[in-house]
């Protein structure tokens, strides 16, 4: 997952992202790696620490990997918005949130506040955005289909079919 926000922050193309529905887990670097971010109000960023699924033997060196792999993911975010190291560990870290788990969910707006997005908006205020950034002064406005007098063809039924009684073919 990280790997593949390394790749999107990578590209020398404006980038925009938008969160809808939610941004869950590795879903905040993604969010995070774009050059302009935007959340719909009701949407919703749930922050939480890796995990490991499965069995987990406890030697250190197990429990050393995982907290690289969390620093790994923390610098991105951290590099890659505007939330603080301390305030981002404190949401990845807090209990009582999360029914049986540890971290926080932030909705629309909170996610702003918090500096992991940019703005609160939609669809139109993030193509808005995204021609600011690429500097393209006006959509094009494409001419209509009515302007070539297309007309969509019509089904119509053919009524001179002959009928056939072996409708399987010849060998049915």
């Given amino acids: 997952g990280l790997a593949l926000a390394e790749m999107i922050n990578s590209i020398d193309k404006p980038k925009i992202s938008l969160v ?3 941004g869950h887990s590795i879903g905040v670097p993604l969010a995070t ?3 302009y971010s935007f959340i719909v109000p009701t949407a919703t960023m749930t922050i939480h620490p890796i995990r490991l699924s499965g069995l987990v033997i406890g030697v250190p060196q197990t429990y050393e990997y995982l907290d690289k792999m969390q620093d790994r993911v923390i610098r991105f975010i951290v590099t890659h918005s505007h939330i603080t ?6 949401y990845m870290f807090r209990t009582g949130e999360l029914v049986r788990d540890v971290g926080t969910v932030l909705v629309g707006r909170e996610a702003v506040d918090a500096g992991l997005v940019d703005a609160v908006g939609g669809l139109a205020e993030s193509i808005t955005k995204l ?4 500097k393209i002064q006006q959509v094009p406005n494409y001419p209509s289909m009515e302007q070539f007098n297309y007309q969509p063809p019509v089904f ?5 079919v002959p009928y056939n009684p072996n409708p399987g073919g010849i060998y049915s």
């Fill in 85 to 90: 190291e301390t305030k981002l560990r404190e």
């Fill in 131 to 134: 021609n600011e950034l690429a």
């Fill in 33 to 35: 790696a774009s050059d």
């Fill in 156 to 160: 119509r039924p053919q009524t001179n």
């Fill in 20 to 22: 809808l529905g939610g």
